[in-house]
């Protein structure tokens, strides 16, 4: 089997909430606009998203957070 040229979307096991399970899940990057409250400044954050392959369902993860 020929190897595979890497693709932006790489399939990855994670833990699913909504199967209960560990699944595959595509990963994109995001940008999503923030509003800070006291702030009138907006933030353009990173979210990474992983959407699970099975069910569908997708995860945000600010990829600024420690
Ligand atoms: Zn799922």
Same mark, same amino acid.
């Given at each position: 089997?020929? $190897?595979?040229?890497?693709?932006?979307? !790489?399939?990855?096991? &994670?833990?699913?909430?909504?199967?209960?399970?560990? %699944? /595959?899940?595509?990963?994109?990057?995001?940008? $999503?606009?923030?509003? !800070? &409250?006291?702030?009138?400044?907006?933030?353009?954050? /990173?979210?990474?998203?992983? %959407?699970?392959? $099975?069910?569908?369902?997708?995860?945000?993860?600010?990829?600024?957070?420690?």
């Amino acid at each position: 089997m020929a $190897v595979q040229e890497s693709a932006a979307r !790489n399939d990855r096991e &994670e833990e699913c909430e909504t199967c209960g399970r560990t %699944t /595959p899940h595509g990963v994109d990057i995001r940008i $999503v606009d923030e509003s !800070n &409250e006291g702030s009138t400044k907006y933030a353009r954050e /990173p979210y990474r998203i992983a %959407t699970c392959q $099975v069910c569908g369902a997708e995860r945000a993860q600010r990829m600024n957070d420690a």
